[in-house]
Nanobody, 114 residues
Framework: VQLQASGGGLVQAGGSLRLSCAAS????????MAWFRQAPGKQRELVAR???????EYADSVRGRFTISRGDARNTRILQMNNVKPDDTAVYYC?????????WGPGTQVTVSS
């Protein structure tokens, strides 16, 4: 199983960015897929998670600004980031809950300039 994230980059505060995560090498649907992030000197934290049921959960710091949704293909997730802030600067990681283990993709850098 491989997770591939794309869409990171540099954006000005108040702008928008769209991250995409696609899984390959898997024949089942994940129980949930999520985005985590890790800023320099900080612990990795959950940003948003979307369960197979359609239920979504968000970190308090991004609720109302970020939206996680399904992509067009199975086992893809989109993170739409609106009204970004400098505090959103971090490496963003895609994560998926498989049947017996969690999978992680390589991070993608998001930098928000003030």
């Amino acid at each position: 199983v491989q997770l591939q994230a794309s869409g990171g980059g540099l954006v000005q505060a108040g702008g928008s960015l769209r991250l995409s995560c696609a899984a390959s090498g898997v024949v089942f649907s994940f129980n949930a897929m999520a985005w985590f992030r890790q800023a320099p000197g900080k612990q990795r934290e959950l940003v948003a998670r979307l369960f197979k049921s359609g239920v979504a959960e968000y970190a308090d710091s991004v609720r109302g600004r970020f939206t996680i949704s399904r992509g067009d293909a199975r086992n893809t997730r989109i993170l739409q980031m609106n009204n970004v802030k400098p505090d959103d600067t971090a490496v963003y990681y895609c994560q998926a809950d498989g049947l017996t283990q969690a999978f992680w993709g390589p991070g993608t850098q998001v930098t928000v300039s003030s």
